[in-house]
């Protein structure tokens, strides 16, 4: 029993193709709409250090923060911060990225 290529008609092709290349298009889109969204949460690294505090202490469980104090030049940030630990003073530096440059335990 031998299957060919012949045996698909011109109508049946045309349908297969257009389904293929709508699963592909719907492929692309929600790829980029997923890169957008990585895109958005390196900006908030970057671009928003009242988020990125959040970002880069996730196993602090941090509760209500309050901005202290930032620099004139706007690349150190003093916070106030309820972890689950207590309170702590958090500094963060703005290299590449934000980073935590020093935490200090508050005491009560």
Request: glycine fraction near 6%.
């Amino acid at each position: 029993m031998q299957i060919g290529i012949h045996r698909i008609s011109p109508k049946r092709y045309g349908l297969t193709m257009g389904w293929a290349i709508l699963v592909c298009l719907i492929i692309v889109t929600a790829t980029a709409f997923l890169a957008k969204a990585t895109l958005n949460m390196k900006a908030a690294l970057t671009d928003k250090p009242d988020i990125a505090i959040y970002q880069l202490l996730p196993s602090e469980h941090l509760g209500r923060t309050e901005l202290l104090r930032e620099s004139e030049d706007k690349t150190e940030r003093w916070y106030l911060a309820e972890t689950g630990s207590g309170k702590e003073i958090i500094t963060l530096r703005k290299g590449a990225t934000w980073y935590v440059e020093n935490r200090e335990r508050m005491h009560e």
